[in-house]
T-cell receptor, first 117, second 112 residues
Framework: DTGVSQDPRHKITKRGQNVTFRCDPISEHNRLYWYRQTLGQGPEFLTYFQNEAQLEKSRLLSDRFSAERPKGSFSTLEIQRTEQGDSAMYLC???????????????FGEGSRLTVL | GENVEQHPSTLSVQEGDSAVIKCTYSDSASNYFPWYKQELGKRPQLIIDIRSNVGEKKDQRIAVTLNKTAKHFSLHITETQPEDSAVYFCAASFTQRGKLIFGQGTELSVKP
């Protein structure tokens, strides 16, 4: 499968614990996005990378959230001291940047579902 | 701020009818407007997109129109079929580097 893969698919944790999600994008894609989606809502932007550079992080995002893409390939999203409100589907997507900095089609992974008890 | 508003939140049509979903965006500099379809329990997938240098784009039963002056764009689905039932999301790019912000989604139900 050469699509975007995410791991783990499901994570149940207790409040206060740290969790880490991994995303492996399509290999030739230089852009990688993290979104959060709750039931009945659209994907909420968290952060995105071009190669290893983090271009922007949502202003609404707590400092408990951090993301990395150290070698411009896979990315990790860590949530520290989880809260029940963090329960959601965390979606990763990748795309190829086009000429002029434009974005191509986003290809989404299956998501990592987080449940905080 | 960076915002994309989508309406309606739910839409029910009879098979064969047309469906229209509308979105407005806040940043006049936005230049890329994709539409994604998400079936229950699955990942969002692109169905059509439009860039700001054109006003309309069509792909078989699906079309998107863009009004840059009014900062709104719409998805049109003709001759709807039960398999069109899904949640549809619009999105708009913000910043020159292509950050995509999504609307809240429209749950489309096509009744046979």
């Amino acid at each position: 499968d050469t699509g975007v893969s995410q791991d783990p698919r499901h994570k149940i944790t207790k409040r206060g614990q740290n969790v880490t999600f991994r995303c492996d994008p399509i290999s030739e894609h230089n852009r990688l996005y993290w979104y959060r989606q709750t039931l009945g809502q659209g994907p909420e932007f968290l952060t995105y990378f071009q190669n290893e550079a983090q271009l922007e992080k949502s202003r609404l995002l707590s400092d408990r959230f951090s993301a990395e893409r150290p070698k411009g390939s896979f990315s990790t999203l860590e949530i520290q001291r989880t809260e029940q409100g963090d329960s959601a589907m965390y979606l990763c997507a990748s795309s190829s940047g086009l000429a002029g900095g434009h974005t191509g089609e986003l290809f989404f992974g299956e998501g990592s579902r987080l449940t905080v008890l | 701020g960076e915002n994309v508003e989508q309406h309606p939140s739910t839409l029910s049509v009879q098979e064969g009818d047309s469906a229209v979903i509308k979105c407005t965006y806040s940043d006049s500099a936005s230049n890329y407007f994709p539409w994604y379809k998400q079936e229950l329990g699955k990942r969002p997938q692109l169905i059509i997109d439009i860039r700001s240098n054109v006003g309309e784009k069509k792909d078989q039963r699906i079309a998107v129109t863009l009004n840059k002056t009014a900062k709104h764009f719409s998805l049109h689905i003709t001759e709807t079929q039960p398999e069109d039932s899904a949640v549809y999301f619009c999105a708009a790019s913000f910043t020159q580097r292509g950050k995509l912000i999504f609307g809240q989604g429209t749950e489309l139900s096509v009744k046979p």
